[in-house]
């Protein structure tokens, strides 16, 4: 009898040889997709054509070498859309799945060789090798991850920003898993090749029969039409020409490695601007929606766009040009995690409560904020939290800084609604030399329902790292607020810990407070409606934002106050340091008396050589009213203390 583990081997060598469906290929570990069947269609749009710029390919150790395809989206729209402005002539990309440590090969078909070559998030420090001048570029990945590989950047050598021409975006993701059967009555299954939209013909099950042939010239694809409890599923390969859009349809899942494309028409001819949203369902209740592993190219409008509660959205990709392409508006009690956004307008919309983003990789473009924490939200909305975030690139400088959507963080806030406990933290970003943080209460042309002033408060900022310098000023300003229905609006209990810019520990005087006094009749002075903002970071042996308590380093903290009340106010800071047992075992204190509506005011604390042994030991950052830790009354203005390690 034949030893178990030989059959084993036998059988797993034969299902590695033969699995091969449709043009998804399956081998060993990685499956790559080819959405050109030629048994499918002869003809294919402009979209699903190879792109110009680049191949790609995926190794791994004893494997065959297997070719990922390369998608191509060009940015040619019209100069009054929006997307002119911005820098880079197109964008390729490559989705391949995967487990186990894979090499990935780019060659540049580009004319000019690749002189440098940068690949992004650079937290995940992966180092590509290249020969100067050469075509070709290879590195290695051991986990799912969304990347830009950026070759022949033009750096800007004020701020050390770079921006690209022609990016390739590598979306290696994790092997599929429970792929739903196409004989499922309640999955409407969509396989590899090009699919339109376009008529409204159903199989005898009721799911739509999408059209393989071009949408004729002029015609816009239609609506993918969705009932409550199906699945689409799009495979890798697939290419599926139209939208989603429905109204009090829930337990609906939106799957697959495959594009759901706005691409246009025909050919490369576009979808007139704001022509529909690519998914978008309204629910006044639960929606209980999944979206995951699917792309989402080249949309008119917002690409996801849901109004329910109790959605999840994984593993997605964005890509999109046109102005008002906003990226995710998720609904409340929602996650979102694992996704790409590379857009032309609001990245992610918090205008609901009980979010949880995580883990996301954001290229803005000109236009709109990367967080977008309201715009004339008029509802109660609080406990979001956001973190894990790479924003790879922020254009923002690119186009009119005077917009109101020019920072990273921003509000447009002239709506009713109380925002409250908001936390932002581990965020990394490159390449942005514009704006940080943009917090308006401001009414706005684009929205005419708009009543009240509305609150802001307890809102931290945590863990925030700006890799190059920025050239505009931090903004908290109180513009165009009339005809209030309350007299008291404003933001108290904003922090920000561990935020720093090009290396320097973030200091109020970096902020404009710039309100309008003849605006807000229920203050008496021009300034009260910014109060309690406070930041501060540690450092460790001289660098900002430590990793961890190095034994034998100095541990120090920076800490900038702003006082929004009308009288002069003491303040007593004190940084010290707790054993694995929550027991005080150093501290530093300074004090400082602040005066009333002041800018700001920056105390260094000189702080003390952390021990020999730091395990399970963490700092703290508390500010307290009065003038000595001994005789203050412990009452924290600016909320709770900063954490170091922030998950202790």
């Given at each position: 009898?034949?030893?178990?583990a030989?059959?084993?081997?036998?059988?797993?060598?034969?299902?590695?040889a033969?699995?091969?469906?449709?043009k998804?290929?399956?081998?060993?570990?990685?499956?790559?997709?080819?959405?050109?069947?030629?048994?499918?269609?002869?003809?294919?749009?402009?979209?699903m054509?190879?792109?110009?710029?680049y191949?790609?390919?995926?190794?791994?150790?004893?494997?065959?070498?297997?070719?990922?395809?390369?998608?191509?989206s060009?940015?040619?729209?019209?100069?009054?859309?929006?997307a002119?402005?911005i820098?880079?002539?197109d964008?390729?990309w490559?989705?391949?799945?995967?487990?186990?440590?894979?090499?990935?090969?780019?060659?540049s078909?580009?004319?000019?060789?690749?002189?440098?070559?940068?690949?992004l998030?650079?937290?995940?420090?992966i180092?590509?090798?290249?020969?100067?001048?050469?075509?070709?570029?290879?590195?290695?990945?051991d986990?799912?991850?969304?990347?830009?590989?950026e070759?022949n950047?033009?750096?800007?050598?004020?701020?050390?920003?770079v921006?690209i021409?022609?990016?390739?975006l590598?979306f290696?993701?994790e092997?599929?898993?429970?792929?739903?059967?196409?004989?499922?009555p309640?999955?409407?299954?969509?396989?590899?090749?090009?699919?339109?939209a376009?008529t409204?013909?159903?199989?005898?099950l009721g799911?739509?029969?999408?059209?393989?042939t071009?949408?004729?010239?002029?015609?816009?694809?239609?609506?993918?039409?969705?009932?409550?409890?199906?699945?689409?599923?799009?495979?890798?390969g697939a290419f599926?020409?139209?939208?989603?859009?429905?109204?009090?349809?829930?337990?609906?899942?939106?799957?697959?490695?495959?594009?759901?494309?706005?691409?246009?028409?025909?050919?490369?001819?576009?979808?007139?601007?704001?022509?529909?949203?690519?998914?978008?369902?309204?629910?006044?209740g639960?929606?209980?929606?999944?979206?995951?592993?699917i792309?989402?190219?080249?949309?008119?409008?917002?690409n996801?766009?849901?109004?329910?509660?109790h959605?999840?959205?994984?593993?997605?990709?964005?890509?999109?040009?046109?102005?008002?392409?906003?990226?995710?508006?998720?609904g409340?009690?929602?996650?979102?995690?694992?996704?790409?956004?590379?857009?032309?307008?609001?990245?992610?919309?918090?205008?609901?409560?009980n979010?949880?983003?995580?883990?996301?990789?954001?290229?803005?473009?000109v236009?709109?904020?990367p967080?977008?924490l309201?715009?004339?939200?008029s509802?109660?909305t609080?406990?979001?939290?956001?973190?894990?975030?790479?924003?790879?690139?922020?254009?923002h400088?690119?186009?009119?800084?005077?917009?109101?959507?020019?920072?990273?963080?921003?509000?447009?806030?002239?709506g009713?609604?109380?925002?409250?406990?908001y936390?932002f933290?581990n965020?990394?970003?490159?390449?942005?030399?514009?704006?940080l943080?943009?917090l308006?209460?401001?009414?706005?042309?684009?929205?005419t329902?708009?009543?009240?002033?509305g609150n802001?408060?307890?809102?931290?900022?945590?863990?925030?790292?700006?890799?190059?310098?920025?050239?505009?000023?931090?903004?908290?300003?109180?513009?165009?607020?009339t005809?209030?229905?309350?007299?008291?609006?404003?933001?108290?209990?904003?922090r920000?810990?561990?935020?720093?810019?090009?290396?320097?520990?973030?200091?109020?005087?970096?902020?404009?407070?710039?309100?309008?006094?003849?605006?807000n009749?229920?203050?008496t002075?021009?300034?009260?409606?910014a109060?309690?903002?406070?930041?501060?970071?540690?450092?460790?042996?001289?660098?900002?934002?430590?990793?961890?308590l190095?034994?034998?380093?100095?541990?120090?903290?920076q800490?900038?106050?702003?006082?929004?009340?009308s009288?002069?106010?003491?303040?007593v800071?004190?940084?010290?340091?707790?054993?694995?047992?929550?027991?005080?075992v150093n501290?530093s204190?300074?004090?400082?008396?602040?005066?009333?509506?002041?800018d700001?005011?920056?105390?260094?604390?000189t702080?003390?050589t952390?021990?020999?042994?730091?395990?399970?030991m963490?700092?703290?950052?508390?500010?307290?009213?009065?003038?000595?830790?001994?005789?203050?009354?412990?009452?924290?203005?600016?909320?709770a203390?900063?954490?170091?390690?922030?998950s202790?």
């Amino acid at each position: 009898m034949r030893n178990l583990a030989q059959i084993l081997f036998t059988l797993t060598l034969f299902c590695v040889a033969v699995i091969c469906f449709g043009k998804t290929t399956v081998h060993a570990s990685v499956v790559t997709y080819n959405p050109n069947d030629p048994s499918a269609q002869v003809q294919v749009p402009v979209q699903m054509t190879a792109s110009p710029n680049y191949t790609v390919s995926v190794s791994q150790s004893g494997e065959a070498v297997q070719n990922s395809f390369v998608y191509y989206s060009k940015n040619d729209r019209a100069s009054g859309d929006g997307a002119s402005a911005i820098y880079e002539d197109d964008t390729s990309w490559s989705t391949f799945s995967f487990s186990g440590p894979v090499t990935v090969t780019v060659t540049s078909l580009l004319p000019e060789g690749i002189n440098t070559c940068q690949i992004l998030p650079a937290r995940l420090g992966i180092t590509p090798t290249f020969t100067p001048g050469g075509n070709t570029v290879t590195f290695t990945i051991d986990h799912p991850a969304k990347l830009s590989v950026e070759m022949n950047g033009i750096m800007n050598q004020n701020t050390g920003a770079v921006s690209i021409k022609n990016p390739l975006l590598i979306f290696a993701d994790e092997l599929e898993q429970d792929v739903p059967s196409p004989t499922d009555p309640n999955v409407i299954y969509i396989g590899p090749g090009y699919h339109s939209a376009t008529t409204n013909n159903v199989d005898s099950l009721g799911r739509p029969i999408l059209d393989t042939t071009l949408t004729p010239a002029g015609q816009p694809s239609g609506q993918l039409h969705v009932n409550s409890g199906q699945t689409v599923y799009i495979a890798g390969g697939a290419f599926v020409h139209g939208y989603i859009n429905e109204m009090d349809k829930t337990n609906i899942t939106i799957r697959g490695r495959g594009i759901l494309s706005g691409a246009g028409y025909n050919g490369d001819l576009k979808y007139p601007h704001k022509y529909q949203h690519s998914i978008q369902f309204v629910n006044d209740g639960d929606s209980n929606l999944k979206i995951e592993g699917i792309t989402i190219s080249d949309s008119s409008w917002t690409n996801m766009r849901f109004t329910g509660n109790h959605n999840e959205v994984r593993n997605v990709n964005v890509i999109g040009w046109f102005f008002n392409t906003d990226g995710l508006l998720l609904g409340g009690n929602s996650t979102a995690e694992n996704c790409f956004f590379k857009v032309n307008d609001d990245t992610i919309k918090l205008y609901f409560s009980n979010m949880t983003i995580n883990n996301i990789v954001i290229w803005q473009e000109v236009n709109g904020a990367p967080m977008q924490l309201t715009w004339n939200v008029s509802v109660p909305t609080s406990n979001n939290h956001v973190s894990n975030v790479d924003i790879i690139r922020c254009e923002h400088i690119l186009g009119n800084m005077t917009n109101q959507t020019k920072g990273i963080f921003n509000s447009v806030h002239g709506g009713i609604g109380l925002l409250s406990n908001y936390v932002f933290e581990n965020f990394t970003i490159d390449n942005s030399d514009g704006r940080l943080f943009q917090l308006w209460f401001v009414k706005t042309s684009y929205n005419t329902n708009q009543t009240g002033g509305g609150n802001i408060k307890d809102i931290t900022f945590r863990n925030i790292k700006v890799l190059n310098s920025m050239t505009q000023p931090n903004l908290v300003n109180n513009e165009s607020l009339t005809n209030l229905d309350t007299g008291i609006y404003g933001f108290d209990r904003i922090r920000f810990e561990n935020v720093s810019v090009h290396g320097v520990p973030l200091s109020l005087s970096t902020f404009n407070f710039t309100p309008n006094s003849t605006q807000n009749p229920g203050y008496t002075t021009p300034s009260n409606f910014a109060k309690n903002f406070a930041a501060s970071s540690f450092m460790a042996g001289g660098n900002v934002n430590p990793t961890a308590l190095t034994p034998g380093q100095q541990l120090t903290a920076q800490v900038s106050l702003r006082n929004g009340t009308s009288t002069s106010q003491d303040y007593v800071v004190i940084l010290a340091l707790y054993d694995s047992s929550g027991n005080m075992v150093n501290a530093s204190q300074a004090t400082a008396t602040v005066a009333g509506y002041s800018d700001s005011q920056d105390l260094s604390l000189t702080g003390f050589t952390l021990p020999a042994d730091t395990t399970g030991m963490s700092a703290k950052i508390m500010i307290w009213t009065g003038s000595d830790a001994s005789t203050s009354p412990m009452m924290p203005p600016y909320g709770a203390p900063a954490v170091f390690p922030a998950s202790v």
